[in-house]
């Protein structure tokens, strides 16, 4: 709102500033906010949830049937189950939350022993061996060997 307000302020010192302004203003603020604000994720024993501005999705991770990861340098996510719920997931959330990370690695295996991952497991794998290893990483150079 802060955001908002400094850039009505500048307007109006600059002359310029009417009500439909204001109004594009405000809407642009909101649309800067919604952005801004990441989705809060929950997780718990074979499922997986994420809430936002726009509500909230949530998947089964013992009933997945995809797990596909898109982007480079904001990589995220996307999950479907055989409910047809789909999650899409930012993987900064996966690194900074091992307890999520966990879940949702358990979860994922169960679905590929029950055969219902069809599409998926090398990324599942490659997103083990890259999380797994910054945790060691992280776990030697807290003891000092690195």
């Known amino acids: 709102m802060a955001f908002v307000g400094l850039i009505m302020l500048l307007d109006r010192g600059a002359g310029g ?5 204001a109004g594009l203003w405000g809407a642009l603020g909101g649309m800067v906010l919604v952005g801004l604000v990441p989705p809060r994720v929950s997780a718990g024993e074979g499922c997986l949830a994420a809430r936002g501005f726009t ?3 949530r998947v089964c991770t013992d009933a997945l049937v995809s797990l596909r990861r ?4 904001a990589a995220h996510l996307v999950l479907r189950d055989a409910h047809g719920q789909w999650l899409e997931l930012d993987l900064h959330v996966l690194q900074a939350i091992p307890l999520i990370w966990h879940l949702l690695d358990a979860g994922a295996r169960r679905s590929l022993e029950n055969g219902t ?6 990324v599942l794998q490659e997103l083990a061996d890259r999380i797994d290893g910054q945790a060691a990483h992280a776990v030697l150079t807290a003891s000092g060997v690195l």
């Open 70 to 73: 898109y982007g480079g340098i």
């Open 117 to 122: 991952l069809r599409h998926g497991s090398q």
């Open 55 to 57: 509500g909230e999705r």
């Open 17 to 21: 500033l009417t009500l439909p302004r």
